[in-house]
């Protein structure tokens, strides 16, 4: 016998047909709809066995189970039909091979995928064995191989700007600036610029050497060279002594106390000796 958990039930359509019926008879009809649907079979024919399925045993209940067999059951040959739970029941029969026959094909789906992805596997596996040969009989090509693929992901320039630069630092960092400086320079400007920061860096503390990300971020391409520069850079040009700086500050107090040209500290500006000489002392003596 073929038995069900459930079924479908709506409520209005149940409610719209049985606001007649008291509340025994109601309990009665919803009983033996349960064990309609339970069974999958109509309810036998003998009243004693419809009388236990929907538990009735005083003389009430019995009463309200032949009430609702006369109004809502159809007696047949084997057994008491009802026409809308023989439609639900249909209706789920053909819902469930529907079901089953969708279950069946997303099953062999499945199991093509499957194959499918195995094989995929396997393939993989079998270049990547091949690969391993290949790099342990042909080690330097297989290093080249791996260094080619590492540049397809870099701009074109990159490695040449990388390996000028004086400061190996941050290579990542750097190359997100470097894609970014290639919108405001081409890459040839970019990579002499690293030449000549390379040699003016070249006797130079390490610590102070700008990161190369720093150095595209700044667009230090675009600075000065250091022999342009006004005092010459850090060894362009002469470094002044701290005699040297007193004195040119003493020369610029004595020129503004006497009225005599403003120059700027540390100009060329003569110096007048007034200290009088020996022959000029010895006349002024005899003239005492």
């Known amino acids: 016998m073929t038995t069900s958990p459930w079924y479908a039930f709506y409520p209005k359509d149940y409610r719209d047909k049985t606001n007649k019926l008291t509340m025994v008879q109601d309990g009665a009809y919803r009983r033996?709809?349960?064990e309609y649907y339970v069974t999958c079979e109509p309810l036998p024919l003998a009243q004693e066995e419809i009388f236990r399925a929907a538990r009735a045993f005083t003389r009430d209940e019995r009463a309200a189970v032949v009430v609702v067999l006369d109004r809502y059951f159809v007696k047949g040959d084997d057994g008491w039909h009802h026409l809308r739970i023989d439609?639900?029941?249909?209706?789920r029969a053909e819902l469930s091979a529907k079901r089953s026959q969708a279950g069946s094909n997303g099953g062999r789906n499945i199991k093509t995928k499957y194959k499918q992805l195995l094989e995929t596997d396997e393939k993989q596996n079998q270049s990547t064995a091949e690969a391993c040969s290949q790099s342990q009989s042909h080690p330097s090509e297989a290093k080249a191989s791996s260094v080619n693929r590492t540049n397809k992901s870099e701009p074109p320039g990159f490695v040449e700007f990388y390996a000028a630069f004086p400061r190996k630092t941050a290579r990542g960092a750097a190359l997100k600036a470097y894609v970014s400086a290639l919108k405001r320079a081409?890459?040839?400007v970019l990579?002499?610029?690293a030449i000549r920061?390379?040699?003016?860096r070249a006797h130079e503390d390490q610590n102070f050497t700008k990161h190369p990300a720093t150095w595209l971020t700044q667009d230090c391409w675009l600075d000065e060279p250091v022999s342009n520069?006004?005092?010459?850079?850090?060894?362009g040009g002469q470094q002044k002594s701290p005699q040297q700086s007193f004195g040119a500050e003493l020369l610029q107090s004595i020129s503004e106390d006497y009225g005599g040209p403003r120059g700027v500290a540390g100009g060329s500006q003569e110096i007048i000796d007034v200290t009088p000489s020996r022959s000029e002392t010895r006349t002024r003596?005899?003239?005492a």
């Open 197 to 200: 920061y390379a040699q003016e």
């Open 32 to 34: 033996l709809m349960d």
């Open 229 to 235: 520069r006004p005092n010459g850079g850090r060894h």
């Open 87 to 91: 439609e639900e029941l249909i209706k």
């Open 191 to 193: 990579l002499q610029g």
């Open 285 to 287: 003596d005899e003239a």
């Open 186 to 188: 081409p890459a040839a």
